[in-house]
């Protein structure tokens, strides 16, 4: 939440800013002094559709960069981001398995599981622009397919 | 679904061992030390995540050295997350208590039976012998155990301690927290070791590794085909451990070993169980074991993916204190507590091609038995069902319930009498359960891959022996699945958890 509102913050004084500078710079074509890092980086339309969003984060408006945050310009070599990212808005492991405990039916909050405690990778089951999978299924196939424990991971 | 429906695993019996000729030196096999820009330096870095990684980990960390472990899966502890939690200890402190009389002898008695007679005896004798020391250290990390001792197939006593949350990850999570709070104990996880780096003389000195490696386990052969992650160079003054685990996932690999195993046969193994550390170690020069011996558990059940709900449910009630039955008989056809590989092998043969899975049978009375959940989450998953009477479970699973009806009665009867003519199961030790109180519960059976029984040749040290010298390939040691030998053809359950911990102790103590 934290960064959220960092960003909103830095949104409502960069925009202005930014407004100002296009003005005093008087055209379309220059790069205005003052500018946040994704609009420097042009992220193609076919990146975009390659590398979606997913539904929650893109109504929040996310840029590409909030979780891809330096590294570098050019998105072609971006790589996945480490887990630091999401847990810069989501708070922590440990948070959101007492948020999720609700699901924790038989001892299988899958943040907060019997086989890995607090210790899994969000990624071992998030994915942000591909479909997210549930790694319990790999070996709890019956009980996930059943909605006993769990529904579509987001 | 598993693909069981192979002609013959009856035919599979013995297999001989695949022994792969790879005499390469040491020094021709990696990365020369010379021209090498380190990344960091450790003393002891450590491939795996698991109960070998962790108690050399502990043990070496403890012992004052600068360790690392890496791990390629993203996920740390490998299959010891999501393993029984069963723990065999001989002499053990429970076993004083519940009065079992049991000896290292006993021990190498009953594991040589189901290994075959193949066992590599000395390092079964480390074993029996530091199976107590293994138990403190773990207990040590805040591992906690269920208050009585199982019994085991094939064991001729009770030995086993099981984990007190019924998984393995009862013992690892404490002690990937134990390890994570030392001062100079580090792991990276997502990280990949991929080659040795040697100096001049042969000796292993550090390891090439990718960072942010991220397993696909959409690819076929993630190992061959990915190439992502960053290379990095790290250290190892006093030398590499090599705790990776088993090959049971590697498709490629297993097959080659034994051509029945197709691609789509289910195992119970995590996804990144494959056997790429242990062909480093054989470039390295690691003589090969018993690599062929590639182990059915024969407890899991066909109706769901990997080791699932049932296969505990089928260790620690239907084998134990009920009955297996083939459908077109009606008969039982093993000894429900011999041996892994008497057991697939027996199961196989009633499945034959046409997928007759056997039916596993126990009563209330066993089900009070067990912990309750393992009860609970079977019967919720729908693996295993529960009926009112013998005629609603026998109509369920198309049997003929009064030959069904005579066959439990046969059963009970060698119960009550203490010994089981027919199939050999030592009923004296089932506690007297026999198959007569409602409800009654039943779920289809059959042996998915469990354990490479087959691996790199270590000595009692934990060091790795070379095919070229006969002696240890000096700064490299390993421990766990990764070794063979040590129990020969088959091993029994709850055999490879002490095998892990002690020589992953065995070797932090070494190195």
Redesign the interface.
């Known amino acids: 939440m934290k960064k959220v509102l960092r960003f909103i913050g830095v949104f409502l004084f960069v925009v202005p800013l930014l407004y100002i500078s296009v003005k005093a710079y008087g055209g379309d074509n220059q790069s205005p002094p003052t500018i946040t890092k994704q609009e420097e980086i042009k992220i193609s339309p076919e990146l975009h559709k390659k590398f979606p969003m997913k539904s929650m984060h893109a109504k929040l408006s996310l840029s590409c960069v909030f979780c891809h945050e330096g590294q570098g310009n050019n998105p072609e070599e971006w790589e996945y981001v480490e887990e630091d990212a999401c847990l810069s808005c989501h708070k922590t492991k440990k948070y959101l398995a007492e948020r999720l405990a609700f699901m924790d039916t038989l001892k299988a909050n899958p943040h907060n599981s019997i086989h890995d405690g607090t210790n899994l990778s969000c990624d071992e089951c998030h994915n942000e622009h591909k479909p997210s999978i549930n790694m319990c299924s790999e070996c709890h196939q019956k009980e996930i397919k059943e909605n006993i424990w769990m529904r579509k991971v987001p | 679904m598993a693909d069981i429906t192979r002609r013959s695993f009856v035919k599979m019996g013995a297999v001989g061992a695949g022994m792969i000729a790879l005499g390469s030196t040491a020094a021709n096999a990696a990365v020369s030390e010379k021209g090498v820009k380190y990344d960091g330096e450790y003393d002891v870095i450590i491939i795996g995540s698991g109960y070998a990684a962790l108690s050399a980990g502990i043990t070496a960390a403890e012992k004052g050295n600068k360790v690392l472990m890496v791990e390629k899966m993203?996920?740390?502890?490998g299959n010891s997350?999501?393993n029984g939690g069963l723990l065999a200890v001989v002499n053990s402190p429970k076993q004083k208590s519940e009065g079992v009389n049991d000896s290292a002898e006993r021990y190498i008695a009953d594991s040589m039976k189901a290994g075959k007679s193949i066992n590599h005896i000395e390092n079964l004798q480390v074993i029996a012998e530091r199976g107590n020391d293994a138990l403190k250290l773990v207990q040590k990390c805040g591992a906690k155990f269920y208050d009585k001792l199982s019994h085991l197939g094939g064991h001729s006593v009770p030995r086993t301690y099981l984990s007190a949350?019924?998984?393995g990850?009862?013992i690892v999570?404490p002690m990937?927290s134990y390890f994570k709070k030392l001062p100079n104990g580090t792991i990276k996880?997502?990280t990949k070791f991929d080659e040795f780096v040697t100096d001049d003389s042969g000796r292993v000195v550090g390891v090439s590794v990718r960072e942010?490696y991220?397993f696909d386990?959409k690819a076929k052969d993630d190992h061959r085909e990915n190439t992502g992650g960053k290379r990095k160079y790290y250290k190892a003054k006093k030398g590499v451990i090599l705790a990776s685990g088993g090959f049971c996932r590697d498709t490629f690999f297993r097959k080659i070993q034994d051509p029945r195993i197709s691609d789509s046969i289910d195992s119970?193994n995590?996804?990144g169980a494959t056997a790429e550390v242990m062909m480093q170690a054989f470039k390295a020069g690691a003589v090969p074991v018993h690599i062929g011996r590639i182990q059915f558990g024969p407890w899991a059940c066909p109706?769901?993916?990997?080791?699932?709900?049932a296969s505990n449910f089928n260790i620690n009630a239907t084998f134990r204190y009920g009955i297996s039955v083939d459908p077109k008989t009606n008969k039982r056809y093993m000894n429900e507590l011999a041996d892994r590989l008497t057991r697939a092998t027996a199961m196989f043969k009633v499945i034959g091609d046409e997928k007759n899975f056997p039916i596993n049978i126990c009563d209330q009375g066993a089900v009070d038995k067990i912990i309750p959940?393992i009860a609970?989450?079977s019967l919720?998953?729908?693996?295993v069902k529960k009926f009112d009477t013998i005629d609603a479970l026998a109509a369920e699973y198309k049997l003929d319930a009064a030959a069904l009806k005579k066959e439990i009665a046969a059963y009970n009867g060698y119960v009550k009498a203490g010994k089981d003519p027919e199939q050999g199961k030592p009923v004296d030790k089932t506690e007297g359960v026999q198959i007569v109180k409602a409800p009654f519960y039943a779920t289809r059976g059959v042996p998915k891959l469990h354990h490479t029984m087959g691996g790199i040749k270590i000595n009692t040290k934990a060091q790795v022996i070379s095919s070229e010298t006969e002696l240890p390939i000096p700064g490299l040691y390993a421990a766990g699945e990764i070794t063979g030998g040590t129990h020969g053809a088959s091993r029994l359950g709850s055999c490879s958890i002490p095998d892990c911990l002690v020589f992953g102790m065995v070797a932090g103590e070494n190195i």
């Open positions: 993203g996920r740390i502890g997350v999501i949350n019924g998984s990850s009862g999570l990937i996880n997502k942010k991220k386990k119970t995590q996804p109706d769901e993916k990997g080791f699932g709900a959940e609970e989450k919720k998953a729908g693996v």
